[in-house]
């Protein structure tokens, strides 16, 4: 997939999903947040050229500092949402001003990681990108889910919307 292609995907992917998170929704654990990282993750994984040939050691070494910050990233995401019960018991979640500071910040380790790449005369395919944005809803809904655990009743095991 070209590169301006994949771009602009990622750019859709995040205007939508940050939308949606800095407004009050019922949150719902049964349903499977897996699988929007789940299908960026096999578009992008399927690019042969994710990783560039010509300088394998150091395409790898970019692309595993790019996961790892996007894990770090997404932890950081999942943390700063804010969960709550209502009177009915209903689960909400929302972003806070915290969420879109995360969200800058890892636009602007991406940045510098897409930099430091071009400095090494690596290609870069947009790829990594999707890999990039995958792994991160990801880490963010499992951090998320996690603690919405604890904000169960006694004796229940699932949450229902």
């Given amino acids: 997939m070209p590169t301006l292609v994949d771009a602009a995907l990622v750019v859709v992917v995040m205007v939508l999903v940050l939308r949606r998170q800095m407004r009050p929704r019922r949150l719902d654990t049964d349903r499977r947040f897996w699988l929007l ?12 050229q994710l ?19 996007v894990l770090a990233a997404g932890s950081v995401w999942g943390w700063t ?52 944005l995958a792994v991160l809803l990801l880490v963010r809904s499992l951090v998320v889910h996690w603690r919405a655990r604890s904000l169960l009743p006694p004796g229940r095991v699932t949450l229902t919307s």
């Fill in 51 to 69: 990783i560039d040939r010509r300088e394998t050691v150091w395409s790898v070494v970019l692309l595993g500092c790019g996961t790892l910050a």
């Fill in 37 to 48: 990282p789940l299908v960026l993750a096999v578009v992008a994984l399927r690019d042969p």
């Fill in 81 to 132: 949402v804010r969960l709550w019960r209502d009177a009915d018991g209903v689960l909400w979640s929302r972003g806070t001003r915290a969420t879109l500071a995360a969200w800058g910040g890892m636009v602007a380790v991406r940045a510098g990681l897409f930099g430091l790449g071009a400095a090494l005369h690596l290609r870069q395919s947009g790829s990594a990108l999707l890999l990039s």
